[in-house]
C-alpha cells in the first residue's frame, strides 16, 4: 500500500506563500487522483485540490487563483502552491491518494497564517 509524507508547512504572514510537499512510496503516476485536503480547528475536513491521472485538476472555490496543484511522476512528489495566504487558510494539510480501490492518506502538516 502507498505511504505519503507531506512536508513544507510552517508559519507565513497573510499575503505570503508556502509550498507544501506530498512523497509517496510508491509510484503516483498510477494513482487515479492525488488531493490535498485540509482540516481547520473545529471544523471538518474539506477538499482543496485534486488532480487526476490525466492531469486534470479541481480547486475549492476558496483557493481558486491562488493555489496551484502540480505533480513530479519522476520524485513521486505531489505539490500545492499556496500564493495570497489569508488567516482563514490556516489548517492541517493532508495529502490523499486515490488507487483503484480504496484511499490513502498522509499524517498532514500545519499550515499557519497570521494577520
Known amino acids: 500500500q502507498v505511504q505519503l509524507v507531506e512536508s513544507g508547512g510552517g508559519l507565513v504572514q497573510a499575503g505570503g506563500a508556502l509550498r507544501i510537499s506530498c512523497a509517496a512510496s510508491t509510484s503516483i503516476s498510477s494513482m487515479l487522483v492525488m488531493g490535498w485536503y485540509r482540516q481547520a480547528p473545529g471544523k471538518q475536513r474539506e477538499p482543496v485540490a485534486t488532480i487526476t491521472s490525466g492531469s486534470s485538476t479541481n480547486y475549492a472555490d476558496s483557493v481558486k487563483g491562488r493555489f496551484t496543484i502540480s505533480t513530479d511522476n519522476a520524485k513521486n512528489t505531489v505539490y500545492l502552491q499556496m500564493n495570497s495566504l489569508k488567516p482563514e487558510d490556516t489548517a492541517v494539510y493532508y495529502c490523499?491518494?486515490?488507487?483503484?480501490?480504496?484511499?490513502?492518506w498522509g499524517q498532514g502538516t500545519l499550515a499557519t497564517v497570521s494577520s
Open positions: 490523499n491518494a486515490k488507487p483503484r480501490y480504496g484511499e490513502v
